[in-house]
Nanobody
């Protein structure tokens, strides 16, 4: 199974931006859907965004217009550009494939 490693998390002020990366251990060309999920303390893991092999995207209503998911099959990488961050975006963000692989997560904290 493909291994996923997330990076790019950190502490940012409200209104700020972060770019998360998800590096795969092998080619993601054949992986139909790559996605980002997040889990805040005391809450269930929730979908943030997904992208198909062909580039079709889907977003949670809470992040539409602020977050952008992208993938580069040649670089085996998926990104999540997060703009206009809010305190409620604070969570551990996980990369995922439709084959069931998960990364270890990267912490995003939005606080002044």
């Amino acid at each position: 199974q493909v291994q996923l490693v997330e990076s790019g998390g950190g502490l940012v002020q409200p209104g700020g931006s972060l770019r998360l990366s998800c590096a795969a251990s092998r080619s993601i060309f054949s992986i139909y859907v790559m996605g980002w999920y997040r889990q805040a303390p005391g809450k269930q893991r929730e979908l943030v965004a997904t992208i198909t092999r062909g580039g079709r995207t889907n977003y949670a209503d809470s992040v539409k217009g602020r977050f952008t998911i992208s993938r580069d099959n040649a670089k085996n990488t998926v990104w999540l550009q997060m703009n206009s961050l809010k305190p409620e975006d604070t969570a551990v963000y996980y990369c995922n494939t439709n084959e069931g692989a998960w990364g270890q997560g990267t912490q995003v904290t939005v606080s002044s």
